[in-house]
């Protein structure tokens, strides 16, 4: 079946550090992947996506590039602030038959200052 | 509006009786979602809507949940004799068809308690 993968939290990090969160997939097909986020207190916003393999979402200093080789889709940003602390969800979307998006468990990141 | 509204923001409610939370989508989306997301936990698909298409309710945990839609309206997810587990955010998401890769606005949520 389609399912997303990420790894657990929560992630411990101290200011300017660097982050990867990772997160695999299996799918049919060929799906978009999704990075949301969501900030305490507030509802899930995108990120960033990606459409096809080998293509780089970027937004707010974080990047993921979907590696159909890998079925891989690892969030990564080079210098943390305390701001990004938040829960990360990784998703796909699948690319024909509907519009069901299957979300990852979610991973929480705490920056320390 | 702006975005996606979600009525009640805050619902407790004992056991065994019946809820009905609403989800205003934003004007023009013709997709909407309903997921669950449990304390501690990811979202959890629960049923979607795309236009005049029938609903894939292949997420809805039990006979006892059941949403409706209103052409490209508003939506209704209703909960029947509810039990301690329902207790979770309930999270409401549009989309529209015309964009490339149908990015999905959520709504802020309703949080569940039964008590």
């Known amino acids: 079946g389609n399912s997303v993968t990420q790894m657990e939290g929560p992630v411990t990090l101290s200011e300017e550090a660097f982050l990867t969160i990772n997160c695999t997939y299996t799918?049919?097909?060929?799906?978009?992947l999704f990075w949301y986020v969501q900030y305490p207190g507030e509802g899930l916003q995108l990120l960033l996506k990606a459409t096809k393999a080998d293509d780089k979402g970027s937004n707010k200093g974080f990047e993921a590039t979907y590696r159909k080789e890998t079925t891989s889709f690892h969030l990564e940003k080079g210098s943390v602030q305390v701001s990004d602390s938040a829960v990360y969800f990784c998703a796909l979307r699948l690319g024909t038959g509907g519009f069901k998006t299957i979300f990852g468990a979610g991973t929480r990141l705490f920056v320390k200052a | 509006g702006a975005g996606v509204s979600q009525s009640p923001s805050n619902k407790v409610t004992e056991k065994g009786k019946d809820v009905e939370l609403r989800c205003d989508p934003i004007s023009g989306h013709t997709a909407l979602y309903w997921y669950r997301q449990r304390l501690g936990q990811g979202l959890e698909f629960l049923i979607y809507?795309?236009?005049?298409?029938?609903?894939?309710k292949s997420g809805l945990p039990s006979d006892r949940f059941s949403a409706e839609r209103t052409g490209e309206s508003v939506s209704t997810l209703t909960i029947q004799r509810t039990q301690q587990e329902d207790s979770a955010v309930y999270l409401c998401?549009?989309?529209?068809?015309?964009?490339?890769?149908?990015?999905?606005?959520f709504g802020p949520g309703t949080r569940l308690t039964v008590t």
């Open positions: 998401a549009s989309s529209s068809p015309d964009r490339e890769v149908h990015e999905q606005y």
């Open positions: 799918a049919t097909g060929y799906p978009s």
């Open positions: 809507f795309q236009g005049n298409s029938a609903p894939d």
